[in-house]
């Protein structure tokens, strides 16, 4: 209790509310702004400039911690222009590129796929899964998903996540949370922006596993991010449940050090609210199709199922495709998922 207390000093700006920790938790609804003048004098206001950051900010869900979605959504993404440190190969399709890009204040590493041809072209930003950052290379994980999209003609950032091969450090509480994560995946979207090939106006994510959760993440702190997102075999949209499920088993230290930080989920649900995307579902702005095996093992499929009547309960434009037989991996019925989802995004982005 001692380490919580003192935590809670550095973290100054904990907000402790009344919110609840039960499965699909939902943010209480903002009140509507009121005009001043025109309730006093009756005449309808002048046309308003462009609010203030203060007033957009007064909008924005209640910030629950230093290290929260609604902290994430206050800040302004900012990626730099990815620099090529060396290109890997070239296929008749794309050459792919090793890349570092600026995250805020940090370096992240990743792959770079760009299609032969003038461009622009439309681009999709991917979130790789759990994998151990002390084996991780550069590019790893969603190998099939890069070549089928650079393929399809999208330019493809694949972020290694800080922490993970050429990357600058992270700090163990924000990778246990993905919040470091998710933020190094909403400034792979302006990083790519800054590419001349690359069209601004069509850009999508996708994200497996651990990075669906990140992906979620992502379009619930900057709803304008992208304009479709893809998730496969995602984690549980409910931070609580990935930590008992994942970390408990697998790194008991961290997870002990994650309860001793930010307190357990029955004690500070606030806390634990605010850094789980499903809180805020209805801020999503863009359409979603999520794809699940039957018999996944590592996500239980009731997660997706969950996740999904969130999505819709709170006015998503979400698509759920389950596929019988398929395990986390995906192998029988890959390229029929891969198929779906590159007819979503030329829907979606008016390939």
């Known amino acids: 209790m001692q380490t919580r ?4 000093v550095v973290l100054a700006t904990l907000v402790v509310g009344g919110c609840s920790a039960q499965p699909d938790p939902r943010p209480e609804p903002d009140a509507a702004p009121t005009s001043e003048s025109a ?47 060396s290109t890997e190969y070239e296929t008749d399709a794309y050459t792919r590129h090793r890349v570092l890009y600026r995250s805020g204040d940090v370096d992240v ?5 760009v299609p032969k041809g003038r461009g622009p072209f439309p681009a999709i930003v991917l979130n790789h899964g759990y994998i151990d950052p002390a084996y991780y290379v550069t590019g790893q994980g969603l190998a099939r998903e890069q070549d089928a999209l650079a393929r399809a003609g999208y330019v493809v950032l694949h972020t290694d996540y800080r922490g993970h091969a050429a990357s600058d450090p992270v700090f163990p509480l924000e990778r246990e949370t993905r ?14 922006r800054k590419l001349p090939y690359v069209d601004d106006d069509r850009l999508a994510m996708l994200g497996r596993s651990m990075g669906g959760g990140v992906t979620m993440n992502a379009i619930v702190a900057q ?86 009547q969130a999505m819709r309960a709170a006015g998503v434009d979400s698509t759920l495709a389950w596929y019988p037989g398929e395990d986390h991996a995906f192998y029988a019925l890959w390229q029929q998922s891969m ?12 390939v």
């Open 5 to 8: 207390l003192a935590v809670a």
């Open 39 to 85: 309730s006093e004098s009756g005449e309808s206001p002048e046309p308003s400039a462009e609010p203030s950051r203060e007033a957009r900010e007064d909008r924005l869900p209640k910030v629950t911690g230093r290290l929260s979605l609604p902290t994430l959504m206050r800040e302004q993404p900012s990626g730099g222009r990815p620099r090529i440190t």
């Open 109 to 113: 590493s990743g792959v770079l796929l």
């Open 179 to 192: 919040i470091a994560y998710t933020r190094d995946a909403i400034n792979a979207v302006p990083a790519l």
């Open 223 to 308: 709803p304008d991010l992208v304009d479709a997102a893809v998730i496969y075999a995602s984690v549980s949209s409910r931070l609580d449940e990935n930590v008992e499920h994942f970390t408990e088993p697998n790194r008991p230290e961290e997870a002990r050090s994650v309860y001793d930080t930010l307190g357990t989920p029955r004690e500070e649900r606030a806390v634990w609210r605010g850094l789980s995307a499903r809180s805020y579902f209805d801020r999503i702005e863009v359409p979603v199709l999520s794809h699940h095996g039957r018999v996944d093992a590592t996500c239980p499929p009731r997660w997706a199922t969950e996740t999904q």
């Open 339 to 350: 198929n779906r989802t590159i007819a979503f995004l030329d829907r979606e982005l008016r």
